[in-house]
């Protein structure tokens, strides 16, 4: 029996990284500078340590600075979440990481630009098969 398990369970854990994880939508809109929330809004400061809950999200130490690119627009009793990104200590990661935080987390320092465009969320489909992998809609959500 313990061979029979041995012999399955590479098959059951390849099954379950194919398939993914279902996550629920944070917002159906969000602010924006621009239309393709390309360009910075704001630069904030977090005013204590968050642990990032799932990988839609970065963690975040208390002091560092956040680059803010969008603005979740709030729906009904969820949580208000930005989108930015922070750098380490030394800069090496020069893409940075990238992510959703709560809002009531940062204080902003600097305002560039007026998040005045709405901009709609989209769900990011993968479809995978043994022969491709694409990416069927664009998400910032």
């Not at 979440?81 to 009531?104: I, K």
């Amino acid at each position: 029996m313990a061979r029979l398990l041995l012999l399955f369970l590479p098959g059951l854990v390849a099954l379950g990284t194919v398939h993914g994880i279902f996550m629920d939508k944070l917002a159906s809109k969000k602010l924006c500078a621009d239309d393709e929330c390309v360009y910075t809004i704001s630069l904030a400061r977090a005013q204590e340590d968050y642990n990032a809950p799932d990988c839609r999200f970065i963690n975040v130490k208390k002091g560092q600075q956040i680059y803010v690119y969008s603005k979740l627009v709030k729906e009904n009793e969820a949580g208000e979440f930005w989108a930015g990104s922070v750098y380490g200590d030394d800069h090496e990661d020069e893409m940075g990481t990238v992510g959703y935080f709560p809002r009531n987390l940062v204080e902003e320092q600097h305002v560039y630009q007026e998040a005045t465009k709405e901009v709609p969320t989209t769900l990011k489909v993968i479809h995978v098969t043994k022969k491709e992998t694409k990416i069927v809609s664009s998400d910032s959500n």
